[in-house]
């Protein structure tokens, strides 16, 4: 059994470090994902953990451990945040399973959801509008006038799983401090899917033209920078822009991880490279989008 240690605060960019314990795919030995040391996840870790468990089950190996956080307040959370009772499905879960089921009401969070066709993005965005509205309003002090365009970037960012990734994915929204980065809160959507990944997506239409430079991270960049989709007809690629310019508005973030490569628009506030290559590889694509207060757009 080969041990792939989670690390003590799971986000967007420590997964990585998840990634590079997996080894070879498909894996040739059980995985033990192992979490007891972990302390916190961010909606990224989350649904990473649970795109990771589906590519295990569509590989057809066997089907993995999960050592849960020894703090049961973590667990808890976790319960909270809707990981847990998705994450039955994938993993056999080692440890104490809290009672606690996912918090459908809460103010500063949307429970992992999972995404497998149009109607479940319009499900999401249904529940966003009802709930997330008096976060960004009280919790960040946003007007009124973001919540429509926040909709926005999420039913773009997960019609890309409808349309792109061949395969089913996961979306978790959260609002939480960024307080060594930014200092002040920070609402996060994050979306994984198990797919094929950016590359192989764009490949039949624009691999030709990038030549021998054609890999994750350039076939990132098509279609993040340069708004390029694998469909051909007028008018395809533009929701990644309009979700761009939204959050230029805000000094807002996204960063796409795909294969083994990670591009991102990086506002002043975060000190991450705009592209990383060489990444340890990692099922489908993960996309985050940062939507700060307004006091950090000044």
């Known amino acids: 059994m080969r041990i792939v240690p989670v690390p003590q605060a799971l986000d967007d960019r420590s997964l990585d470090q998840l990634a590079a314990g997996i080894g070879v795919w498909p894996p040739t030995e059980r995985l033990l994902v192992d979490a007891h040391a972990t302390e916190w996840a961010s909606p990224a870790g989350f649904t990473a953990l649970l795109t990771l468990g589906q590519a295990l089950a569509e590989v057809g190996v066997d089907k993995p451990r999960f050592t849960l956080p020894a703090n049961d307040h973590v667990t808890s959370y976790w319960a909270k945040a809707g990981l847990l009772e998705h994450a039955a499905e994938y993993y056999e879960l080692i440890g104490k399973v809290p009672r606690r089921r996912a918090d459908e009401q809460s103010d500063v969070l949307i429970p992992v959801t999972p995404i497998r066709e149009h109607l479940d993005v319009h499900a999401v965005i249904g529940r966003i509008n009802e709930r997330f509205t008096n976060i960004l309003k009280d919790e960040l002090g946003h007007p009124a006038s973001v919540v429509g365009g926040f909709s926005q970037a999420?039913?773009?960012?997960?019609?890309?799983?409808?349309?792109?990734?061949?395969?089913?994915?996961?979306?978790?929204?959260?609002?939480?401090?960024?307080?060594?980065?930014?200092?002040?809160?920070?609402?996060?959507?994050?979306?994984?899917?198990?797919?094929?990944?950016?590359?192989?997506?764009?490949?039949?239409?624009?691999?030709?033209?990038?030549?021998?430079?054609?890999?994750?991270?350039?076939?990132?960049?098509?279609?993040?920078?340069?708004?390029?989709?694998?469909?051909?007809?007028?008018?395809?690629?533009?929701?990644?822009?309009?979700?761009?310019?939204?959050?230029?508005?805000?000094?807002?973030?996204?960063?796409?991880?795909?294969?083994?490569?990670?591009?991102?628009?990086?506002?002043?506030?975060?000190?991450?490279?705009?592209?990383?290559?060489?990444?340890?590889?990692?099922?489908?694509?993960?996309?985050?989008?940062?939507?700060?207060?307004?006091?950090?757009a000044e």
């Not at 996204?254 to 990692?282: C, H, K, M, N, Y």
């Open 154 to 296: 999420l039913s773009e960012t997960c019609q890309n799983i409808v349309e792109h990734a061949g395969a089913g994915g996961w979306v978790a929204v959260h609002a939480y401090s960024f307080r060594k980065r930014l200092g002040r809160k920070v609402a996060v959507i994050a979306v994984s899917d198990a797919g094929v990944g950016f590359r192989r997506s764009l490949e039949a239409t624009q691999a030709k033209r990038a030549g021998d430079r054609w890999n994750d991270g350039v076939a990132i960049e098509t279609a993040l920078i340069h708004n390029i989709s694998r469909f051909r007809d007028p008018g395809r690629g533009q929701g990644l822009l309009s979700t761009k310019r939204y959050l230029a508005r805000w000094q807002g973030k996204i960063s796409i991880r795909s294969g083994t490569a990670r591009v991102a628009i990086v506002p002043p506030w975060d000190d991450e490279p705009p592209r990383t290559e060489g990444l340890a590889w990692f099922p489908g694509s993960q996309v985050n989008v940062f939507l700060p207060g307004p006091e950090a």
